[in-house]
């Protein structure tokens, strides 16, 4: 049962600590996303790779936020300095999107990781 | 810019009950448009994908409509069960991208 993976799964941390989160997305799919969930904003999308270049993080606060895919298997979000305000559930997910056929594909949600900054 | 929005915010209805939920977004140039569940504290469960030049799709007790030219789409659920309290969130892909904009959800409690 092929499935996204998100670890940690909660995360506790203090204001000024270095947050990384990771994402394994389901083999093959060759587009990963990253959102954020708050009661405030709902979900929205921080950034998305492609065949693991970066396409479009619009969405990330960049003086503190990065996000990577060091390999097909792995994509990381790291946030530097971490903010009370970044605290929100940070979804991964992934979907393969061929040349040519973006409108077919649906995208695959992991659990989430909970991050909580004091 | 894609706005997405669900009504009602929420909806409490006892178990047996068909019920619609409703998702209307502003800018039809879509390529589709994605229902979800989320249960608390979980991640999103995907229920259907309609493809812009799709009506409708089915799945056991669901089915969702797209009507793309005036931005709406529907959630309907048959027989509804106390197992499908959670929020239900719909979430377009507009014309040209990849990423996903959703809306705000629907907050349903199915009571035996």
């Known amino acids: 049962d092929a499935r996204v993976t998100q670890t940690p799964r909660d995360k506790v941390t203090e204001m000024g600590q270095e947050v990384t989160m990771r994402c394994q997305p389901i083999?093959?799919?060759?587009?990963v996303f990253w959102y954020r969930q708050t009661m405030m904003q709902g979900l929205e999308l921080l950034a998305y790779?492609?065949?693991?270049?970066?396409?479009?993080d619009s969405g990330m606060p960049k003086d503190r936020f990065s996000a990577e895919m060091p390999d097909a298997t792995l994509a990381t979000l790291k946030i530097q300095p971490s903010e009370p305000r970044d605290s929100a559930v940070y979804f991964c997910?992934?979907?393969?999107?061929?040349?040519?056929?973006?409108?077919?594909?649906?995208?695959?949600f992991g659990p989430g990781t909970r991050l909580t900054v004091l | 810019k894609q706005e997405v929005t669900q009504i009602p915010a929420a909806l409490s209805v006892p178990e047996g009950e068909n019920l619609v939920l409703n998702c209307s977004f502003t800018d039809s140039a879509i390529y589709n448009l994605q229902w979800f569940r989320q249960d608390p504290g979980k991640g999103l469960t995907s229920l259907l994908l309609?493809?812009?030049?799709?009506r409708e799709q089915t799945s056991g007790r669901l089915n969702a409509s797209l009507d793309k030219s005036s931005g709406r789409s529907t959630l309907y659920i048959a027989a509804s069960q106390p197992g499908d309290s959670a929020t239900y969130l719909c979430?377009?892909?507009?014309?040209?991208?990849?990423?996903?904009?959703f809306g705000t959800g629907t907050r349903l409690l199915v009571s035996p």
């Open positions: 979430a377009v892909r507009p014309g040209g991208f990849q990423k996903l904009v």
């Open positions: 309609i493809q812009s030049s799709q």
């Open positions: 790779f492609r065949n693991r270049a970066p396409l479009d």
């Open positions: 997910a992934s979907g393969f999107f061929p040349l040519g056929r973006v409108g077919e594909n649906e995208q695959f």
């Open positions: 083999l093959g799919h060759n587009t």
